[in-house]
């Protein structure tokens, strides 16, 4: 078992100049590369993301990092400077939606599968009602109560390097999800309680796929 480990105070980096020392130069692509529109290049990347995050704070400045997915493309571009992104049947939290109307700042990070790039975009957000906006949005006759409309601010296209690290898409380094706790025992354990009767376990986790297939188109 792994023991704790305390952080040390003479090793934190404090400030930023101290920060930039550890590190060489940032390279003249990298700078030039942010761009404040939404071109031909993101465009193809968005129209075949079916994955991102996405990246708020409260107002008090709580962070949060929400996963959104649907089929391929599910993030409309409105315009250079404007996405749509459909809000889904969730468990109702809304800490996303909650954080973008005190703190409009909003990052995205876009996936896809067998991609190793990947497309950042940084903007502000509002919340959007408007039926006409959300038709754009209905995925077989389901269309959502609400959109965050975001206005780019930034986007660039990022490296490689993370995902070729961690071997993301490669099936050989995919886990078996029965190695860990069922989503269901980790919730109970970390509120009510899970059932210590296996069974009883089973069937619960079985309720949950079923939910799955009832909700999800």
């Given at each position: ?18 920060l930039r020392s550890s ?195």
């Amino acid at each position: 078992m792994q023991r704790d480990t305390e952080l040390r105070q003479e090793y934190l980096v404090t400030d930023e100049q101290d920060l930039r020392s550890s590190f060489a130069p940032t390279h003249e692509i990298a700078i030039k590369k942010c761009m404040d529109h939404i071109d031909a290049h993101a465009r193809a990347f968005i129209e075949r993301s079916p994955f991102l995050c996405i990246g708020t704070q409260s107002e008090s400045g709580s962070a949060d990092v929400s996963p959104r997915g649907d089929p391929t493309g599910f993030v409309k571009i409105l315009n250079k400077h404007t996405l749509l992104i459909p809000d889904r049947p969730g468990n109702n939290r809304l800490d996303t939606l909650s954080n973008l109307l005190t703190n409009p700042n909003v990052g995205l990070l876009f996936l896809v599968p067998g991609f190793d790039d990947t497309m950042r975009v940084n903007g502000t957000a509002v919340l959007t009602r408007d039926p006409a906006l959300l038709s754009l949005l209905s995925v077989q006759d389901r269309t959502p109560k609400i959109a965050i409309a975001v206005r780019v601010t930034e986007v660039y296209i990022h490296c490689a390097k993370a995902l070729r690290r961690s071997h993301l898409w490669d099936q050989n380094y995919h886990q078996d999800r029965r190695d860990v706790a069922s989503l269901m025992k980790i919730i109970l354990d970390q509120t009510s309680g899970a059932p210590q009767d296996k069974a009883e376990q089973d069937k619960l986790d079985a309720n949950l796929e079923q939910t799955y297939r009832d909700t999800m188109y």
